[in-house]
């Protein structure tokens, strides 16, 4: 029964939600690829050996793998699921043959190919976004503060008891929420901030201390905050359903906000203003997405927009083996008018490979900590 629940309560959930997110991401390759005539041998979702699949008219092996973690399109030409080059099998194509392989095709056509996974990615967290804002709706807390905590950064900032928040670092505020996310992922850092309290703009200036916080189920995180509450009043709450075309723009505010959010982070990583402890991988993912999956369905479509966001913009990183790593080579080849050498080419993708590989070991160390995997270990051997 304790199987069965933990299938169901995260297994479940986890491969729906990276399936999702990984199916769409090689779909905009594949779509790409198929319009500019290019010849597509594979589209796998998962590594390792096949469990389901079958061939479509053209040619392309669909197919399941056993390791939901990922997946590939394989293109005529290529020698593995990274896209890397054929050489000796380039070599032997007919002239017929060649035209139709992505290797042979122009700079513009393979940069595109390669930009579409990331750019599908961001739009279908586009989506789902609008799809809440127009559907499910928005319920809008007015940013007005109902308490101040004693000693905490908004006091000494001057808050008061009954301010509405009106912009935060020349950005308007609309909502409670608003607030809550400049704050939590700007902590350290003065924030001017305009209030409105009794009619008159009054211009406050406040620094959100690093606070460690415990989310519902237990997991805990690093944020920023200044110690107040919000307003609960009838009058300051309100649920909005948007018109498609606002809920479109909203979800491409979101997704920007996500984009932003984790530059903001990643640079607090390299200053030191945030440990690197809060990067996950899949042992993590796996968990929210069964903690999240309580919350039901819409809840677990969130997840899989944000997700989407996090593997569309990490694909673009410039590290060969990734999506970014392609279009850098892309890049130096314009400016070239030629690409970098096969020995360059190679020498970067071992790079690459060594950077994603270690990437992938820090993340899951990090889970096996976030899950007390290591503490239980240690234990037992103590």
């Known amino acids: 029964m304790d199987f069965l629940s933990g299938l169901f309560g995260y297994v479940v959930p986890f491969v729906f939600v990276l399936s999702l997110v990984v199916f769409i991401h090689e779909m905009g390759h594949f779509l790409v690829a198929r319009w500019f005539g290019i010849i597509v041998e594979q589209f796998s ?22 390791l939901p973690l990922g997946g590939y399109v394989k293109f005529l030409g290529d020698e593995s699921a990274a896209s890397t080059p054929d050489r000796a099998a380039l070599e032997k194509l ?29 739009i279908l967290a586009i989506i789902i976004f609008a799809f809440m804002y127009s559907v499910v709706g928005q319920t809008i807390t007015a940013p007005r503060i109902d308490k101040v905590l004693a000693d905490g ?35 350290e850092r003065e924030l001017d901030v305009v209030v409105e309290r009794d009619g008159v703009l009054v211009d406050l200036v406040v620094v959100p201390e690093l606070k460690e916080i415990t989310d519902r189920f237990g997991n805990t995180q690093m944020v920023g905050m200044i110690g107040l509450s919000r307003s609960n009043a009838a009058d300051d709450l309100v649920t909005v359903r948007y018109n498609p075309a606002v809920a479109v723009w909203k979800g491409v505010e979101e997704t920007g906000f996500i984009i932003s959010t984790t530059f903001s982070y990643l640079g607090d990583i390299i200053v030191g203003r945030q440990n690197a402890d809060q990067l996950g991988g899949p042992l993590r993912i796996a968990q929210v997405s069964g903690q999240v999956a309580t919350l039901g369905l819409l809840a677990l479509l969130n997840l899989a927009a944000i997700l989407s966001v996090s593997i569309g913009l990490l694909n673009l990183f410039p590290i060969p083996m990734l999506d970014g790593g392609h279009l850098l080579y892309y890049a130096v080849e314009a ?26 070991l820090f993340a899951t160390w990090n889970d096996l900590v976030h899950l007390r995997v290591v503490e239980y270990i240690g234990s037992v051997f103590s």
């Open 45 to 66: 979702i998962g590594f390792g050996r096949e469990v389901a699949g079958w061939t479509d008219k053209n040619g392309t092996r669909w197919k399941v793998g056993w």
């Open 94 to 122: 007919p002239e017929d043959v060649r035209g139709d392989c992505f290797q042979f095709k122009p700079l513009h056509a393979r940069a595109a190919v390669v930009a579409a996974g990331p750019v599908a990615n961001f």
């Open 153 to 187: 950064p908004a006091a000494a900032a001057g808050f008061e008891p009954g301010d509405l928040i009106v912009s935060i670092q020349g950005s308007e505020i609309v909502s409670f929420n608003d607030m809550q996310r400049i704050v939590s992922t700007s902590p």
């Open 335 to 360: 400016v070239r008018g030629e690409p970098l050498g096969e020995k360059a080419q190679e020498y970067g993708f071992r790079i690459g490979l060594a950077a994603v590989l270690s990437l992938m």
